[in-house]
């Protein structure tokens, strides 16, 4: 297995040389001075903010525990008393963050992300095919994170110091790997050992038909649980027995950060918890999201199939923070690759960038419990990700039926 991803690495970074070596050089100049710009606004504007970057500091606190080898769920850090809420697996991954003083590993943390965004960008276009044209791929990476670094689930995750683009770049890199690559799938289950939710990435296996990747990937997530019981086997027991089913511990349901149906359901409804009115739908688009998935990918639409079941696990999560939602970046790509010379497709990838953009639910965000009692026509600016994943799915159902009565014919 380190053989076979040692080669691929291999082979994408040879490839990336070719391309940066093909460039045409006055495009890149510019890019590259537009990168330039970009990261250095978003530098000055933490300095000015001093950003605190409160899930990086829960992440050392969580290392520190690990290392102490209890205390994990009794933790409570920063001002907002934020818990740990990982599984003890994510824990011991962070220890080494604990080794750091703060500012440091903002720094590190920040800088960390910014590549992995690249490399997001990089999986993106490589998984869509586009830019057809291979020698402008450095050249798109650059204007992507220049342009990416300012969407919101991004400016989020590197506010917050969050984990979003690297459990993305495993799950991406995993899935484009050609399907009797060695070890496919196992990129899956450590992202769900350290998130849970990119586990229905492994049911996505499972359904398309992949049945080895997806044992692979269970595999691997069995192995991060057995990891985490062996290092903190009390904290283990605690988390899957206790700890994964309690959503209150993570944050309250129904407020403007909240991008999931649940969040959406309970803000519509006005109330703190629908219950049954959320649980309902969930179920609803949880099943039609992953058979659109997997038809998709049955289809020969694997970019489709792939971001269905990305915009599925988004919606159907109890809760998904905006910053969740990285997974608009390779989601822009393939709208944009879509996109050429048809008029009514450029003019849906325009409003999705700036849906992702415009930071809606925070223009009608309000304090207190009455974000809870937001008039109909500011629902839809509050939950601008989940209407957007809605369409999409819907969007991919069309492409799907077409592409599916157009094979019949054939």
Sequence with gaps: MTTAVRGGTDRDTSTLRAALAAAPRRPLILATALLALSLTAYAALCLAMRFEMADAVVYRAEGAAAAAGHGLYELRVTEWNLPATYPP???????????LPMDVLRLAVTEVNVVLLAVFAHLSFRFTGWPRRTELRPVAIMIAVA????????FQTLVFGQVNIALACLVLWDLSRPDGARGKGIAIGIAAGIKLTPGLFTVYLLLSGRIRAAAVSAAAFAGTVLVGWLVLPTATVQYFTRMMFDTARV???????????????????????AGLWWMVPAALVGAAGLAVAVFASRRGLEAWGVLSAAVTALLISPISWSHHWVWCVPLITLLAAEARRIPW??????AVIVGFTARTMWIVHENGDLTLHLPWWRQVLASPYPL????????TAVRVRRRTLRLRGA
């Design 89 to 99: 697996f994510a824990a011991i991954l962070f220890i080494p963050t604990s080794w």
């Design 251 to 273: 944050g309250k349901t129904w407020i403007v950060d909240n991008q999931s149906l649940q969040g959406t359901v309970d803000r519509f409804l006005h109330t703190p918890s």
């Design 345 to 350: 497709r450029r003019a849906a990838l325009a």
């Design 388 to 395: 957007m994943g809605l369409a999409f799915l819907a969007v």
């Design 147 to 154: 342009a990416g670094i300012w969407v919101e689930p991004v």
